[in-house]
């Protein structure tokens, strides 16, 4: 058999910290590994997998259109771009009228980007710390993490950041050239901070005021994770530019900057080759259908807080908080979260990090309760 982690390590432009494990195979919220260990997966592949590994109905609607027609130009119209279109359109807040389909959550940023200077006629951007937004050039600049920024300056100038969840700070940045304030309903790589709704609110009201464009980023938060088809349903507004990825396909690239009437922007302003291509598009069909016809969000919402009870029902000496939205779970602890990641993966548990001290949790949203129960039992064994 091949030695797979050589050949990774051999030929792949090594920017990824790896895991001594081989994935090669998954079902629901499982993944399997090349020696036939089974894990359950509280990762989803950072929040993708919302459908769950090997989804019947995802995988038959890519082997309808993977023998029908993989690519074809924006340059021409496609049944599946306009059905998918119509299927988001239908889900989105109800002011989004339009959207530009991308490959990525990033490219989504770049787009947003792009089109609020090109419609404001103005430069600036103010964004939230422990903000996660993307790697690429104009998304990266709305990051605040500067370990991911540190060796790319100088980056898009005219970016700023500011607490979350505090109004005054926000409002005080805000001047003549402020086009836009990029924010996340819950910061997801920033460690599970849940956005306040009369903060939100205050937000939308001052973006209209001024003649700011809100960019709301549900990159990890759409499509059912937190409870709600996007977690904006909770804070009562409604963004100019909502952008989309992770899980809109159901693990197929797929990427989305979704508009309101107030985005007009021009041909060849923008553009891009693999963007809305009809396998995406299929996909997308197929996983949005699977998330309604099982009630995907009202899954997530009771599983969320069954999981959460479980932990909150025991006294954790090591745990400082525990912060959700239905299957969004951050666990904050009194130590350094890597070793505790280590020690999860021991017990055939994958879990993310978000920051350095708190353990993030995104299964599928198919996972049983069982399998919520063996890892909520694991982590009282270990955080007590």
């Known amino acids: 058999m091949k030695d797979y982690r050589e050949l990774n390590r051999q030929y792949e432009v090594d920017v990824y910290p790896k895991r001594d494990v081989v994935l090669v195979k ?95 006629k103005k430069t600036d951007f103010i964004a939230a710390m422990k903000g996660f937004h993307g790697r690429t050039l104009g998304a990266l600049s709305a990051t605040y993490k500067e370990e991911y920024r540190e060796g790319f300056y100088p980056l898009v100038e005219g970016f700023s950041h500011v607490p979350y969840n505090n109004f005054d700070k926000l409002a005080a940045a805000v001047t003549d050239k402020t086009a836009g304030i990029i924010l996340e309903p819950v910061q997801g790589e920033g460690g599970i901070n849940i956005g306040d709704k009369e903060y939100f609110q205050k937000v939308r009201k001052l973006c209209d005021e001024k003649n700011i464009i809100l960019i709301i980023d549900e990159i990890q938060t759409g499509f059912c994770r937190t409870g709600k088809m996007f977690a904006t349903e ?8 909502l952008t989309l990825a992770k899980s809109i396909a159901g693990g197929v690239p797929m990427g989305a900057a979704v508009c309101s009437p107030k985005i007009s922007i021009p041909m060849s302003k923008h553009g891009t080759t693999f963007g809305g291509n009809p396998l995406a598009c299929a996909a997308g069909i197929a996983a949005i259908d699977f998330m309604l016809e099982e009630n995907l969000a009202a899954q997530a919402a009771e599983k969320g807080e069954y999981f959460v009870s479980l932990l909150k029902n025991e006294t954790l000496s090591k745990v400082r908080e525990i912060r959700n939205l239905g299957l969004m779970v951050g666990i904050e602890i009194k130590e350094k979260v890597q070793p505790v990641l280590q020690e999860l993966l021991k017990e055939k548990i994958i879990a993310l990090p978000a920051g350095t001290t708190v353990i993030r949790l995104l299964p599928p949203l198919v996972i049983s309760k069982e399998d919520l129960k063996t890892v909520a039992d694991t982590l009282i064994r270990m955080l007590k």
């Open 234 to 241: 909770y804070l009562g507004i409604e963004p100019d530019i």
């Open 26 to 120: 998954g079902e629901g919220a499982k993944l399997w590994d090349e020696e036939g260990n089974e894990y359950i997966d509280c990762a989803a592949g950072i929040g993708v997998a919302n459908i769950g590994h090997a989804n019947q109905k995802l995988a038959q609607a890519l082997y309808d259109q993977a023998k029908t027609l993989v690519i074809s130009p924006n340059t021409f119209y496609n049944d599946k771009k306009s059905l998918f279109l119509e299927k988001l359109m239908s889900i989105v807040p109800k002011n989004l009228t339009k959207a530009f389909l991308c490959n990525s959550g990033t490219e989504a940023m770049e787009a947003a980007i792009k089109f609020t200077r090109f419609v404001t």
